[in-house]
């Protein structure tokens, strides 16, 4: 069954609680079947397996409290998400420094007033200083006021209605002991009207630096946004004109000049030029395109002037899949948030519960002042215990880590992917396009006295040139590099299996395999040795005979990457095991897995056959990563923990693999890997601080430490940390960003 999924904007979530009902919300929904809230992006998906109800999506959002909308264009809902996260900033920055304006003198006033009240005049100034606080609860805090209306009249709770519900409880005791002081032992009549002012103040603060450290974590996005260009230059009639990007269509020839960034994907007709690609696959250096290479949309030509055909347009462009897929991952769920979720969809309401019945201990067995005692309690319980850092813990570091992999040129399809690749033992290679470059290449030529290695291969070239055989292709490019000349054989003759013969230049050429000279009855008994030394290395050797003598011997190969060995050594650095699975011949593949360090090898392996082999590793205690090229390797790839597609490039065999590496180097694996558990390990650094504060900040708050020190928690001391904690975890999960592969 096809899902497909529509994301939703909800700018008015604010803590893990509010996660849990959107979620359950959506899902409540006919024909949901799963629905994923990102809280850093205030952003929903939905999967829906039929037409989409759109209004019984957005009413199911109305009915708790969390309106929501559409999100039509990503380009769109993002320049309106950074403008609300802007208007946003503005108001938490202003009205927290005005909350922390008026409290902080009152703060600094403890040292010279008493803040009790035993005198009318006392009633008189405290009750001043009560109308004041009340004013700053309704203009700076109203926002947390309204959502504990909200959260009354939709029977939840969330983060705001903790602090509503602290600092209007210490406002209303206090406004209790300036209006009937005499209804309080005269040690209960402190008044706590800074707390309520400051603790307001220092959340509005927290949230507003929060919000711009966010910013910085969803930079990935924006920056491949940018990548989009707004016009395109067609050629029509002769005549060049610019449209908006949107109007392109399949089969439209484009014209882009040095500086500007490709439209859309498509195929080089003419010209040729350097292109930028490194947004895309994570290479800095320029590559070189000519007629009949692709280039990508959001690329940037260099110094050439080309035309190309337009193929892919729209959402089918490579740089609009990248952009769909982080954006995905990034709101992607990872097994080791079940907990989190578990937990922060009870946790207010525990909470509550936990400090209702804690202020009653205090009230009925505590020390006097047991009233100031038990309210003091409620007050930094319902503070400390705001779940923020909780909610945050996960998704920042997500977001900060699949950001990050796309910049390096790694594409990762879900958190899942990036939980399981940081867990890794063994990963399995492909060699032909992965270890080695994946094409046959001319590797080394031998030749006879009196006769040139540019002659050979101008000869070999010309030969060949009429030839189909797949190792043709390496001498004829071969001979191009060198910029040979090469001219149509005659009398061409092939036998399959053997060679090739024919006059080149009125010069009877013969080339092939050793059985092909002793059929044409030619020594090369002198030759044999070099041959098998050639086949030892893994490479093919070629005979090559000119009138009736042989000449020389072309090697042919398909030539391990240059960085193959290098990146190998980083895996097994890492602790992890490389194993070569291909299904190239025994001796060309041990040849191979000798030159980079390779010592497990299973070679001669069918495609079919490749997934059992993963799966024998597996039922072995394994946890193994794959490397392909995500077509004939799938059935391996989808049998693997993870599957690495590589080399992909601009193909959207994206969708094959769990990661994508846009570079065809091992390197980009390893990257992975190492990213993948540099973020496990952000993710569990945050989830630790989170869970350790409100675990040890709960008890604290409810006074298990007054029998040893004979002091309770400060309310503002609470709201302080409570912000700083949310703060901590963004920052924490920012480093991310600025992560180095070794």
Not at 402 to 417: D, P, Q, S, T
Request: negative net charge; glycine residues 8%; charged residues 20%.
């Amino acid at each position: 069954m096809k899902l497909e999924t529509i994301s939703l904007s909800v700018p008015d979530m604010s803590c893990a609680g509010c996660v849990a009902k959107v979620e359950k919300a959506l899902k409540s929904v006919e024909h949901v079947h799963d629905a994923r809230v990102n809280l850093a992006e205030k952003t929903a998906e939905v999967d829906v397996d039929c037409q989409p109800d759109i209004v019984a999506l957005l009413q199911s959002l109305e009915a708790i409290g969390k309106p929501g909308s559409l999100i039509d264009s990503e380009e769109d809902n993002r320049r309106q998400q950074e403008q609300r996260d802007k208007e946003r900033y503005r108001y938490l920055l202003k009205h927290g420094l005005f909350a922390l304006a008026v409290s902080i003198p009152l703060m600094l006033s403890m040292f010279f007033i008493p803040m009790s009240v035993h005198t009318p005049q006392d009633q008189w100034l405290w009750g001043s200083v009560g109308i004041v606080t009340l004013g700053i609860l309704v203009f700076s805090g109203r926002h947390f006021f309204k959502g504990l209306v909200d959260s009354i009249r939709h029977g939840s709770a969330s983060m705001d209605t903790l602090i509503a519900l602290g600092t209007g409880t210490a406002w209303i005791y206090s406004m209790a002991v300036v209006l009937w002081p005499e209804w309080f032992p005269v040690a209960a009549r402190h008044v706590y009207f800074e707390a309520s002012a400051m603790i307001i103040g220092l959340i509005n603060l927290g949230q507003a630096m929060e919000l711009r450290a966010k910013g910085k974590t969803s930079s990935a996005i924006k920056r491949l946004l940018g990548l989009q260009a707004k016009t395109a230059r067609l050629v029509r009639d002769g005549e060049e004109v610019d449209v908006p990007v949107a109007a392109v269509k399949a089969g439209d020839i484009i014209r882009v000049r040095p500086g500007e960034r490709i439209p859309v994907d498509g195929r080089v007709t003419s010209g040729s030029t350097l292109v930028d690609e490194s947004m895309l696959t994570g290479e800095p250096l320029p590559v070189s395109k000519g007629v009949d290479d692709e280039v990508a949309a959001g690329t940037l030509n260099k110094n050439g002037s080309i035309l190309f055909v337009a193929e892919k347009v729209g959402s089918d462009t490579a740089l609009a899949h990248i952009i769909q897929l982080v954006k995905q991952a990034q709101n992607a769920k990872m097994p080791i948030t079940r907990l989190t979720d578990q937990i922060s969809s009870v946790f207010v309401p525990v909470v509550i519960v936990i400090a209702i019945l804690s202020a009653l201990v205090w009230y009925f067995v505590g020390p006097q002042p047991a009233i100031a005692h038990a309210f003091v309690v409620l007050t930094t319980v319902l503070i400390i215990a705001c779940p923020c850092a909780l909610g945050l813990a996960t998704p920042m570091s997500v977001m900060a880590g699949v950001g990050r992999a796309a910049e390096l040129g790694m594409l990762v399809r879900n958190g899942e992917a990036l939980q399981k690749a940081s867990q890794l033992t063994t990963v399995v290679v492909d060699k032909t396009g992965t270890v080695t470059e994946g094409a046959p290449a001319v590797t080394d030529i031998l030749v006879a006295n009196g006769i040139s290695e540019e002659q050979l291969l101008e000869l070999a070239g010309s030969l060949e040139s009429a030839s189909e055989h797949p190792l043709a292709e390496a001498i004829v490019s071969a001979a191009r590099e060198r910029s040979l000349t090469l001219t149509e054989p005659d009398d061409f003759a092939m036998k399959s299996g053997f060679g090739i013969s024919g006059q080149v230049n009125d010069q009877t050429v013969l080339l092939g395999n050793a059985k092909w000279m002793t059929a044409n009855k030619l020594s090369h008994d002198d030759w044999q040795v070099k041959a098998d030394q050639l086949a030892d290395e893994g490479k093919t050797p070629v005979f090559i005979a000119l009138e009736n003598k042989v000449a020389g011997i072309l090697a042919i190969a398909d030539p391990v990457r240059s960085d193959s060995k290098a990146a190998i050594e980083r895996l097994q650095s890492a602790g992890i095991k490389v194993v070569m699975l291909t299904g190239d011949h025994r001796k060309t593949a041990q040849a191979v897995a000798k030159q980079v360090g390779i010592e497990e090898v299973h070679a001669e392996v069918l495609p079919a056959d490749k997934a059992s082999h993963v799966k024998e590793l597996q039922e072995a205690g394994e946890k193994v990563g794959m490397t392909g090229d995500g077509i004939n390797d799938a059935p391996a790839l989808a049998q693997a923990d993870v599957g690495f597609a590589m080399g992909c490039g601009t193909d959207v065999a994206i969708e094959s693999a769990d990661i994508t590496l846009m570079r065809s180097s091992l390197h980009g694996l390893v990257d992975a890997v190492l990213l993948s558990r540099a973020t496990l390990k952000n993710i569990r650094q945050n989830l630790f601080g989170a869970f350790i504060y409100n675990t040890l900040g709960i008890p604290v708050a409810a006074g298990v430490l007054y029998p040893l020190t004979g002091m309770l928690l400060n309310p503002v001391v609470a709201g302080a940390a409570m912000a700083c904690s949310s703060v901590t975890v963004v920052t924490n999960a920012n480093r991310l960003r600025k992560f180095k592969a070794g």
